[in-house]
């Protein structure tokens, strides 16, 4: 079945720093990925996504390129603010399956001044 | 849009009581699921529908009741709270159709506590 697989966490940086989130999936089909955040309190949002190889999903300063090579879908920012601070789910939706997405168990990011 | 809503916010309840935890979308979506968040676990799908009327298990359905009775409403059920439904319960939507049929549309969560 579809599985996803982060970096396990907490993932602790300065402001400013290189962020990078592993995700890797394995899928039967050919699945849209999805990185959401959670923020403290709060739900989660989605914030960027790729339908197909080689796409890149970008919001928010956050990147991701969907590679199928490799199978992974790594997150990753150039400079991160306390804000940014969060746990972020990387997921997948196998369009050849089930509508239900397959979340990854999450990274907690913190960011410190 | 009020987009997913959740009551309550927070809830305690004793062993062997039930409640009814609500969730509502004004997206007019057709699919609607459960979640559970626990410590570690990350998200586990509870119960999903792909249209009013039409409701099946997830992952872990154990101890958990849904119907959907209309677009909008997508209510869970706990029959009997034990302990180990101590957790953060995610309500979410999707419109179901074109290409962003996926993307789930989060509520805020109803932190349950069962003693």
């Known amino acids: 079945g579809d599985s996803v697989t982060q970096m396990e966490g907490p993932v602790t940086l300065s402001e400013e720093a290189f962020l990078t989130i592993n995700c890797t999936y394995t899928a039967t089909g050919y699945p849209s990925l999805f990185w959401y955040v959670q923020y403290p309190g709060e739900g989660l949002q989605l914030l960027l996504k790729a339908t197909k190889a080689d796409d890149k999903g970008s919001n928010k300063g956050f990147e991701a390129t969907y590679r199928k090579e490799t199978t992974s879908f790594h997150l990753e920012k150039g400079s991160v603010q306390v804000s940014d601070s969060a746990v972020y789910f990387c997921?997948?939706?196998?369009?050849?399956?089930?509508?239900?997405?397959?979340f990854g168990r999450g990274t907690s990011l913190i960011v410190h001044p | 849009n009020a987009g997913v809503t959740q009551t309550p916010k927070f809830q305690v309840l004793k062993t062997g009581q039930s409640m009814t935890l609500q969730c509502a979308q004004d997206m007019n979506h057709e699919y609607m699921s459960w979640y559970r968040q626990d410590p570690g676990m990350g998200l586990r799908l509870i119960h999903y529908?792909?249209?009013?009327?039409?409701?099946d298990q997830g992952e872990v359905p154990n101890g958990y009741n849904v119907s959907r009775s209309t677009t909008e409403d997508f209510p869970l059920r706990l029959l009997s709270a034990a302990p180990s439904q101590t957790s953060v319960y995610f309500c979410?939507?999707?419109?179901?159709?074109?290409?962003?049929?996926?993307?789930?549309?989060f509520g805020p969560g109803t932190r349950l506590t069962v003693l």
């Open positions: 997921a997948l939706s196998d369009i050849g399956g089930s509508y239900i997405p397959t």
């Open positions: 529908s792909v249209g009013a009327g039409i409701t």
């Open positions: 979410a939507s999707s419109t179901g159709t074109g290409k962003d049929y996926n993307e789930q549309f």
